[in-house]
């Protein structure tokens, strides 16, 4: 099984990318049963309550960025709309009646979408690539689609029509004549099934924008935090950090890979943001933490930091504007 065949690098090896010098985000079937077992998993409400029901306009001048659930995002930028990691299926999961469900539906239903004119995917893991929403969105609207390298392969495998392109960290594309998307690094990993882990690459984007520049992550621990600083240097201080701030328990197994609330102010601060939009959370239960405590340990961590930082953890329907 091959996703990407191209040149070695100090990340990719000829068969599966990699971090350099850092713990691995591997985990063994006994690390998955250790935490299974004897984790402490929080339990969940059925319906967790948020907005929906929105009709987003179809074009925004400005900026403005609408959290749809758990780590979609419509993105509306110098008349450009963006969807970053979009996700309509109720689970997140290879299967139709099995894995972990959506506790609030959408924020915009499908057919209340604006024109798509992008798609950003920055993994394949199912919460972040789903491949039923990416070949309706193909039918729909046609929008191009960028995603790190090898993640055309996964795509084209359930939505053989749609054309993604795919990029090494640090390679751009244009969007439009006034936005340019960088693909960049995040600490952490892929896979679709058992045997295809690290086969794709994964990342974040910088959009450099008229209105600023937007940091959106994906899924990211924070480890060394050596790629925020040098994510800061290439491409500017960020208007907005869009991060992840939930599934992040228990620590011994996601440290690696996640980071949490905490963290993620420091990933903020790191990159230089002004303001930062926590995601990834009261969406999907797929850790061990309670739903709502990624927003109040956020809150508790700014309380307690003096920095030029603002944060508001986004739940469906919350809408930032500069």
């Known amino acids: 099984m091959s996703y990407y065949n191209g040149p070695r690098s100090d990340h990719f090896n000829g068969r599966q990318f990699f971090h350099a010098g850092l713990p691995s985000t591997d985990k063994s079937i006994f690390d998955i049963l250790r935490w299974k077992l004897f984790g402490k998993r929080s339990r969940w409400p059925a319906f967790i309550p948020a907005r929906a029901g929105l009709k987003p306009d179809p074009r925004v001048e400005g900026l403005r960025i609408t959290a749809i659930g758990h780590a979609s995002l419509l993105i509306q930028v110098a008349a450009l709309n963006i969807l970053v990691d979009p996700v309509w299926s109720d689970r997140t999961s290879p299967f139709r009646s099995i894995g972990p469900r959506r ?10 979408l604006p024109p798509i004119h992008a798609v950003l995917v920055t993994h394949n893991h199912y919460d972040h690539m789903d491949t039923d929403t990416l070949a309706r969105l193909w039918r729909a609207h046609k929008p191009a689609v960028f995603s790190p390298l090898g993640n055309d392969a996964v795509i084209r495998k359930d939505a053989p029509d749609m054309q993604a392109r795919t990029g090494d960290w640090w390679h751009a594309f244009q969007l439009s004549d006034q936005i340019r998307a960088t693909i960049v690094p995040a600490y952490h990993w892929s896979a679709r099934n058992l045997g295809d882990r690290r086969l794709a690459l994964w990342g974040g984007f910088v959009l450099e924008t008229p209105a600023g520049i937007v940091y959106c992550a994906g899924d990211t621990g924070y480890q060394d935090g050596k790629i925020f600083a040098e994510i800061r240097k290439r491409c500017g201080a960020s208007r907005v950090a869009i991060l992840p701030i939930g599934a992040y328990e228990p620590r011994w197994f996601m440290k690696s890979q996640h980071a949490d609330p905490a963290q993620a102010v420091q990933i903020a601060i790191d990159c230089g943001a002004q303001h930062l939009l926590g995601v990834h959370w009261g969406t999907f239960p797929l850790t061990d ?8 340990l956020l809150e508790k961590t700014m309380r307690a930091r003096s920095a030029n930082l603002s944060a508001q953890s986004l739940l469906p329907g919350d809408i930032w504007e500069p």
């Open 289 to 296: 933490e309670p739903w709502d405590e990624p927003a109040q």
């Open 103 to 112: 506790r609030n539906p959408p924020s915009i239903a499908f057919d209340d």
